[in-house]
């Protein structure tokens, strides 16, 4: 891929990589820090709206993608020595940080003492158990944007993660998803993820059923060139890949259907009903 002129100048690192830096583009205020490859980058300036890179998981982030927290970049800056990114943001909620608050940077270093201690300064504007409630996607990666220096900011600690999948009941899971859809629906816009793509409309939420399932056609096709035998790891993640959007491409259907009010064992009553039945004569009877 041909990179434009303005990206060739900015210095990415062994991994591809450049720390981008989100700022209140009204107060100044330091909000999160997060990574950027030169697809991420190039998005954010076309789109204005910040798109980061997880490395744990080896793909783009579009920062509010489950907590609907996004960012409005009015401004990109570079440094001197072009190996770090500043973005002037508006961020949606006033919410940058997956504990609730208001930035990733609310501990300070209290030197008044003997010993130096970190103090929380600031408090949470939003329970996070709200903001990832059930979580708006069926993905791993609910947005917890964690400034931690060996986090990615898009990736739930262990513990965030073993918790919320212990309060899921796989049996349940689409009852349990159809509950939450259905309170996203009189949610406000900006508190969750659902909630905006029910704000703009059924035209947006099929945009997102078909950009899902395109990318899951993708990730079977990757799939598909792996080998088990000759790269087990390369093999796993392209797994894993394709059973990650295709979860993405369920969701976003449930989403489509709950805008309609039907719930998901309407459709499992019709997946019921086919057992038994030759699928050529059902086709036909159609």
Known sequence: MTLPAWLTAVT??????IPAIAQDHQTGRILMMAWMNAEALQLTAQTQTAVYFSR?????????????????????????????????VTQAGGIACHTGRESCFYQRLDLSGQTPEWQTVDKVLKDPADIYHSHDSTSETYETENTGANTDSTDMSQSQSDTAQAQVDKASVLQQLDSVLAERKKADADSSYVASLYAKGLNKILEKVGEESTESIIAAKD?????????????????????????????????????????????????GRRFGLSGIDEKAAR
């Open 223 to 271: 799939f598909a060139n792996c080998d088990e035998s000759t790269d087990k790891a390369s093999y796993d993640e392209a797994r894993h890949e394709l059973i990650y959007e295709v979860a993405d491409v369920w969701f976003h259907t449930l989403v489509g259907l709950a805008w309609f009010d039907i719930e998901s064992d309407a459709v499992l009553n019709e997946l």
């Open 12 to 17: 990415f690192n062994d991994d591809g990589l």
């Open 56 to 88: 744990s998981r080896a793909k783009l982030w579009h920062k509010g993608e489950s907590s609907g927290h996004t960012q409005t970049v009015h401004d990109i800056r570079l440094d001197c020595d072009a190996d770090v990114i500043v973005l002037s």
